[in-house]
T-cell receptor, first 114, second 113 residues
Framework: EPEVTQTPSHQVTQMGQEVILRCVPISNHLYFYWYRQILGQKVEFLVSFYNNEISEKSEIFDDQFSVERPDGSNFTLKIRSTKLEDSAMYFC????????????FGQGTRLTVV | AQSVAQPEDQVNVAEGNPLTVKCTYSVSGNPYLFWYVQYPNRGLQFLLKYITGDNLVKGSYGFEAEFNKSQTSFHLKKPSALVSDSALYFCAVISGGYQKVTFGTGTKLQVIP
């Protein structure tokens, strides 16, 4: 069964450092998403990406965040200068672009900023 | 705009008893509704969805959910709870031209042996 894969599973970084979270979406999917979940709390939308550009972003997704699909298979989330409050589980998801189908999620990357 | 509400932070149920996890939604068009489950230290797993048709939808692991348009609800149910059902459950919605999935705040289900 196809799946979304995310690497690394856990990343520890110092405050102020840049991090890149990587995702490989399902190959025939067209829409890509990043969500985050602060420990034990709700899942929050960050950004959606379609046709090589951001289609929607939340207020959380400020200038410190960026996304890229550098090579047609990977989908990355970059945080330029991490803050303590960026510590969370980050989930990548993809969907086939039809709004009535479910999004498939990766297992997540746990980011710990120290 | 679209939103989802899960009014209960936690639901406790005895093993073997029926369970219900509540969800209500608010959308401007027709809703597409989903339930996801998250086991400890794991990602989100799709359980079931309502798109159109029969209001009662069946999903994985014996779960089902009932779409009620007049009450704008999509409660998750299971006739007989298992201890292994203990997890965090998220209701989600897509509507209209939106592509993003909007999640509820999650409900922790605790099944007591």
């Amino acid at each position: 069964e196809p799946e979304v894969t995310q690497t690394p599973s856990h990343q520890v970084t110092q405050m102020g450092q840049e991090v890149i979270l990587r995702c490989v979406p399902i190959s025939n999917h067209l829409y890509f998403y990043w969500y985050r979940q602060i420990l034990g709390q709700k899942v929050e939308f960050l950004v959606s990406f379609y046709n090589n550009e951001i289609s929607e972003k939340s207020e959380i997704f400020d200038d410190q965040f960026s996304v890229e699909r550098p090579d047609g298979s990977n989908f990355t989330l970059k945080i330029r200068s991490t803050k303590l409050e960026d510590s969370a589980m980050y989930f990548c998801a993809s969907s086939d672009g039809r709004g009535n189908t479910e999004a498939f999620f990766g297992q997540g990357t746990r980011l710990t900023v120290v | 705009a679209q939103s989802v509400a899960q009014p209960e932070d936690q639901v406790n149920v005895a093993e073997g008893n029926p369970l219900t996890v509540k969800c209500t939604y608010s959308v401007s068009g027709n809703p597409y509704l989903f339930w996801y489950v998250q086991y400890p230290n794991r990602g989100l797993q799709f359980l079931l969805k309502y798109i159109t048709g029969d209001n009662l939808v069946k999903g994985s692991y014996g779960f089902e959910a009932e779409f009620n348009k007049s009450q704008t609800s999509f409660h998750l149910k299971k006739p007989s709870a298992l201890v292994s059902d203990s997890a965090l459950y998220f209701c989600a919605v897509i509507s209209g031209g939106y592509q993003k999935v909007t999640f509820g705040t999650g409900t922790k289900l605790q099944v007591i042996p």
